[in-house]
């Protein structure tokens, strides 16, 4: 494998020390990590803060560290941000765009939360719980799908070759400036603290997207799509055409409590292991197309100053794990290793909590032949070790 020889004439200069000795030295240990049955051999240089190197067959790391500074990690129970109906009605109003509201709901579901829905006559919709989410869906996001040009494997992670599909910064039609003081304002109204760091900001541009559209095979992205149910098949009803009047920032953000970002997962199926908590945001010269937020807010913190173990206890944790390291395919690579909080489910409480969490995303790349053409596919996968414990936890993992 060409990229596991380049990794091992990697010519840093280090020294060899094992990963149970590293364990109680730095989150940057400078050194070679090698675990006892010799699958992991990762070199960190500390003053880059880059890792590089062979996790085991499958699984290789070349990837940028990232571990806020001067922090005091604690563990917290959680419950969902608390909107209330007042707060509801005060987004809805804000995201309706001029539009009237057609149907209005309150009712309470089985575990006792308030949901509030509310349609309004351009076809956008709002649903909003008591219990930490929200979303606003228009009719543009429903015909275009923007999921289908930007997020990659892992539901809500934005695919890790975005750059290159839309390489722009910023767009013509429409500042980011402008877009970001929308987000805030917001912001402001469902009462969350977005973390300056973690930032996605991707600009879905006319000429990128349309080249998007017409060369991918995913009949979903097309248009308008319909069901023959004669033939049991889609169909493109009609295409949709990217123009400089549907041109829009593709936004995601991620929390921010005390200081330190929580890090964005989805739910694993049983509503276990780890917990999403973020902000995504689609906004354009249209106003807001659409908004979907997962926020928890504390309750009480039952551990204070807990002693973090370092990046290659996390890694040897990574590597022990069988089910995470070697069964999710071959030609996966560790992208970025972050330490951050994250909501996970504590089975000893029977509550979610926040925790810092050693967070490891993971970059598969796939082949497939369609239609006689080759098309490669890269799709993002997270693995979650807790910080503390080096327990790791299933729900990142899709």
């Given at each position: ?63 940028k560290i990232s571990v806020p500074s001067d922090v005091t990690w604690n563990a917290y129970t959680v419950k969902g ?168 920032y593709y936004m995601q953000f991620l929390i921010d409590f005390e200081g330190v970002p929580c890090v964005s997962v ?81 089975n000893d409480k029977r509550s979610d909590c926040l925790r810092p969490c050693w967070i490891f995303k993971i970059i ?35």
């Amino acid at each position: 494998m060409k990229l596991y020889k380049k990794i091992k004439k990697f010519s840093m200069i280090i020294f060899c020390i094992s990963m149970t000795i590293l364990s109680s030295c730095s989150f940057y240990p400078e050194g070679r990590i090698d675990n006892i049955e010799g699958k992991v051999e990762v070199q960190v240089d500390s003053e880059t803060k880059n890792a590089m190197g062979v996790l085991n067959e499958s699984m290789i790391v070349d990837a940028k560290i990232s571990v806020p500074s001067d922090v005091t990690w604690n563990a917290y129970t959680v419950k969902g941000r608390e909107f209330t109906e007042e707060e509801a009605n005060r987004i809805a109003n804000y995201l309706s765009n001029g539009s009237n509201i057609t149907d209005y709901e309150a009712r309470q579901d089985h575990n006792g939360a308030m949901v509030y829905v509310i349609d309004f006559d351009n076809n956008s919709h709002v649903g909003i719980r008591s219990d930490g989410s929200m979303s606003f869906v228009t009719q543009e996001k429903k015909d275009r799908r923007f999921e289908f040009y930007i997020l990659g494997g892992t539901d809500g992670l934005v695919r890790p070759d975005y750059k290159e599909l839309y390489p722009l910064d910023e767009l013509k039609s429409y500042s980011k400036e402008e877009a970001l003081k929308e987000v805030e304002a917001l912001c402001q109204l469902m009462n969350i603290k977005i973390s300056e760091t973690g930032q996605t900001i991707v600009a879905l541009d006319k000429i990128n997207a349309e080249k998007v559209r017409q060369e991918s095979p995913d009949i979903m992205i097309k248009g308008k799509v319909e069901v023959d149910r004669d033939k049991e098949e889609l169909y493109v009803e009609e295409e949709i055409p990217w123009t400089e009047e549907n041109e829009v920032y593709y936004m995601q953000f991620l929390i921010d409590f005390e200081g330190v970002p929580c890090v964005s997962v989805s739910r694993n199926g049983d509503d276990r292991g780890t917990k999403q908590s973020s902000l995504t945001v689609i906004i354009g010269k249209k106003g807001v197309l659409y908004v979907d937020l997962d926020a928890y807010e504390l309750i009480e913190q039952y551990e204070t100053n807990i002693q973090v173990c370092d990046m290659s206890k996390a890694l040897e944790a990574l590597a022990a794990d069988y089910h995470y390291a070697e069964g999710i395919g071959q030609n996966n690579k560790v992208d970025s290793i972050e330490l951050r909080y994250a909501v996970v489910y504590d089975n000893d409480k029977r509550s979610d909590c926040l925790r810092p969490c050693w967070i490891f995303k993971i970059i598969n790349t796939s082949k497939k032949i369609k239609e006689g053409k080759e098309y490669i596919s890269n799709s993002i996968k997270v693995v979650y070790v807790d910080a503390q414990t080096g327990k790791t936890y299933a729900g990142g993992l899709k």
